[in-house]
């Protein structure tokens, strides 16, 4: 469903080759990295090869076709390859919910900083590692798993390849089977102005062993109005009966660019919780798929996103149902004012054995201004004779009627606006269990659309 035609694909379409401002430092990447285990130059080689023969994307590929990639691939982002920066403890606390209790590792600039990181008092169970530490201590787990889960192999999953070029930073997460962890882990990516330019590539790992059930936070945010690009690909592996609650956070700068990839592969009577939300960025595009590929396991999928200005934010969803008896909900709902411009596409595909799935997809997007667009696409691909599936998308302005109501009971026309679209909004974030995360993004909302 389209309202308007889109500022992004009325600017020409990259050529579809991979610019060279994105490959020269490919050579320097690899022979940084040569201490690495042969199976990483390996992964690398193969994003390099994939990005050189396929390119970034264009408005001719149907996975982009409402979002034009051009301001990214014409611009010359330098790789943040030093630690650096000027982040301090209260910028940590401002984006931490209050939290000290939790278990966090921050990320300046797209590297690890230990001093702002608190993770002293992790339970027994539960791993928490930057990346090439990772790889030096656990290289059994993360070879068994990075790189294995998301596919980098086509124009569409050209950021992935890139990512994979230049992943140098990020958190691997491994919780054993039976292992409940009760605190929640952040994982935080902040930004300030000596991001200005830069590119950071983070890669994450989480491994949720059998029976295990862990909550992972992933954050991005700007303590400053840097121009910058985040290009992050995290990986999730939810074997049989685990829980994972992955909740992604997108505040990055208003003038950044943000492209990230969630891929979770499921086990037997698995559960995968996901939430999304994202006001940051002038250009993002966020990733989310899953595949049931046990009897038995469901995945949730929800999501909010908040737009003004000419920001262009794009979702695109996957879920991939493989074997019988499995569930999936999903539920995403857009605010869009000003000249924004959102896009949601979600695919719900069923194969022929996957009997008895059950999976229910809705978008819903509710429109503050004349000049704010959307295009919604939910797909089922349905190869199963014996499911109960269904998908819907709703695009709207504010109820006159509940307008009406309110303003007959004595609530004026502004703040009557305010409320329908606080309530709009909160009816998405009161699907967040983790109650400081739910209490602190209907704070955010509230404050944005009362203030």
Not at 6 to 33: H, I, K, M, N
Not at 395 to 405: H, N, S
Request: aromatic content about 8%; proline content about 3%.
């Amino acid at each position: 469903m389209t309202t308007a035609v889109q500022d992004r694909r009325a600017t020409p379409p990259t050529s579809g080759r991979a610019p060279e401002a994105y490959v020269r430092d490919f050579d320097a990447t690899l022979a940084a990295t040569a201490h690495q285990p042969a199976w990483v130059t390996a992964l690398r080689r193969a994003g390099h090869a994939s990005l050189v023969k396929h390119g970034f994307p264009t408005t001719k590929n149907e996975d982009w076709h409402f979002t034009s990639v051009a301001a990214i691939a014409e611009s010359d982002f330098l790789a943040m390859t030093a630690p650096g920066g000027d982040v301090t403890a209260a910028d940590v606390a401002r984006f931490g919910f209050g939290q000290s209790e939790w278990h966090t590792m921050v990320f300046v600039n797209g590297h690890f900083d230990g001093s702002l990181s608190s993770l002293d008092r992790l339970p027994a169970g539960i791993r928490v590692l930057p990346l090439a530490q990772a790889i030096a201590e656990i290289p059994d787990l993360v070879e068994r798993h990075l790189g294995r889960v998301t596919a980098m192999d086509g124009q569409a999953e050209a950021f992935t390849a890139l990512n994979a070029m230049y992943m140098t930073d990020g958190a691997v997460i491994h919780v054993a089977a039976d292992t409940v962890v009760r605190e929640p882990v952040h994982l935080l990516f902040l930004t300030d102005a000596m991001a200005a330019r830069g590119i950071i590539h983070p890669r994450n790992l989480v491994v949720c062993d059998r029976h295990a059930k862990a909550t992972v936070i992933e954050s991005y945010a700007a303590t400053g109005d840097a121009h910058y690009f985040t290009n992050a690909v995290t990986e999730a592996v939810v074997a049989d009966g685990a829980t994972l609650t992955h909740l992604k956070l997108q505040r990055e700068s208003s003038r950044a660019f943000h492209v990230s990839t969630t891929d979770a592969a499921q086990g037997r009577d698995s559960h995968f919780v996901s939430f999304s939300f994202g006001v940051g960025a002038d250009l993002s595009r966020s990733n989310v798929f899953t595949r049931l590929a046990g009897a038995g396991c469901g995945a949730t999928l929800n999501g909010l996103y908040l737009l003004d200005g000419a920001q262009h934010m794009d979702h695109q969803t996957n879920i991939v149902h493989v074997e019988p008896n499995c569930y999936s909900r999903e539920l995403y709902k857009g605010i869009l004012d000003g000249r924004s411009h959102g896009v949601f596409n979600g695919k719900v595909y069923v194969f022929p054995e996957a009997q008895k799935t059950d999976g229910k997809q809705t978008n819903n997007t509710l429109l503050l201004s004349e000049t704010a667009h959307i295009d919604t696409k939910p797909q089922l691909e349905i190869f199963a004779d014996d499911v109960k599936c269904t998908h819907g998308a709703t695009i709207g302005r504010l109820d006159e009627m509940a307008l009406f109501y309110m303003k007959s009971r004595g609530i004026g026309n502004e703040f009557a606006r305010q409320l329908l679209t606080y309530a709009f909004a909160a009816d998405a974030l009161e699907t967040i269990e983790l109650e400081a995360v739910r209490d602190g993004l209907e704070e955010l909302v509230l404050r944005r659309y009362t203030a």
